[in-house]
């Protein structure tokens, strides 16, 4: 409950004390001189009624100063329960007031967490259980007779694997990016054998997309670790080529400008809404809500590739591609600075 507070107007909390400190002591000498003069009683009488009068100011002046340190403590023991969402008023201007304005931007960032928390959980649920159901459907067909292990089934069954174990990578590489716990090998590296390699591996696992790959300069070196931007590299060619129609071009460029080093991811698919630019990095977030889980990836290699461009203090972003498409642009530092 928040009561009045008698002297909130007052901008700090010593301030609050001294008044407190000086209407008590004024009172308790007032009340002592009124009780033993005026009223004519015991001075060890008139100690007690001064005393009492004292504290009853005391309680009057501090009753609002000490509110929001029990609204606090009470919200703490709810917050600790799990109810996010307890809030206190914040009605001064002195530093519990501050306090009480920054315990409620505490709740609001463990209100946060726990959504995403909640939202991990469910979302990671779901990646792991479709592909968990297509392979013990498959294996409860074979089991029982009605299907047979040729080499189609496996397949599929190895896909499903395969996929499974993806997710698996990726949430362990998100982890550690966000935990801060993957150092960088950072030194200087040629570009174009990187993206050469992204597209050849991109070229194996499909045939139905052309892969481009163009540098400029043909020597071009940036200060990185090359693993990490490789995996950058590959997660946007693999969504390039996901979303592209089948014999379109997916085009991988490097080029240098400005003391940094700019690579250049572009489909020719149905590209990114303007409103879904940022959104598209967070973790389990498809831009395209349409499409099937057999057809999108978990939603996982935008967000990881932007904590790696982070990391080497980069920029990550997506542009519209004329006439359709999405061209996807990583700005990195050539130099270490």
């Not at 919200?75 to 996010?84: H, K, L, N, P, V």
């Not at 459907?137 to 292990?149: P, R, S």
């Not at 993206?195 to 163009?214: G, K």
């Not at 057999?294 to 290699?301: I, T």
Request: proline residues 4%.
């Amino acid at each position: 409950m928040n009561r009045a507070n008698p002297l909130g107007a007052l901008p700090t909390l010593k301030l609050r004390l001294a008044v407190i400190i000086v209407a008590a002591v004024g009172v308790t000498v007032a009340s002592f001189y009124a009780a033993l003069k005026l009223l004519n009683v015991w001075p060890a009488f008139a100690g007690v009624v001064a005393g009492g009068v004292a504290l009853a100011v005391v309680w009057v002046l501090s009753r609002g100063t000490l509110e929001p340190l029990r609204a606090m403590a009470s919200a703490s023991e709810a917050i600790a329960r799990g109810e996010f969402e307890t809030r206190v008023v914040a009605n001064s201007r002195d530093e519990i007031g501050r306090l009480a304005e920054s315990f409620n931007s505490m709740a609001e960032e463990l209100a946060q967490t726990d959504r995403v928390r909640r939202d991990l959980v469910a979302n990671v649920s779901h990646e792991l259980r479709t592909p968990l159901t297509a392979l013990q459907a498959k294996l409860e067909n074979i089991a029982d007779g009605i299907e047979i292990a040729d080499a189609e089934t496996v397949a599929t069954m190895l896909a499903q694997t395969e996929r499974l174990g993806r997710l698996v990578r990726q949430l362990l590489d998100l982890s550690r990016l966000e935990a801060g716990t993957v150092p960088l090998d950072r030194r200087e590296f040629e570009v174009q054998p990187m993206l050469e390699l992204a597209a050849r591996e991109s070229r194996l696992a499909q045939s139905s997309n052309a892969i481009e790959v163009s540098v400029e300069p043909s020597d071009l070196t940036i200060d990185g670790d090359p693993e990490r931007l490789h995996q950058v590299v590959a997660n946007l060619v693999e969504n390039a080529v996901r979303y592209s129609p089948a014999g379109g071009t997916v085009e991988i460029a490097a080029r240098h400008a400005d003391a940094a080093v700019t690579i250049t991811v572009i489909d020719s698919g149905p590209g990114i809404a303007i409103e879904e630019t940022q959104r598209v990095f967070e973790r389990f977030y498809r831009s395209d809500a349409a499409r099937s889980t057999q057809q999108g990836g978990a939603g996982l290699g935008l967000a990881i590739a932007r904590w790696i461009v982070d990391l080497h203090g980069g920029e990550i972003r997506p542009e519209a591609s004329e006439p359709h498409g999405c061209r996807m642009v990583v700005t990195l530092p050539s130099k270490v600075g």
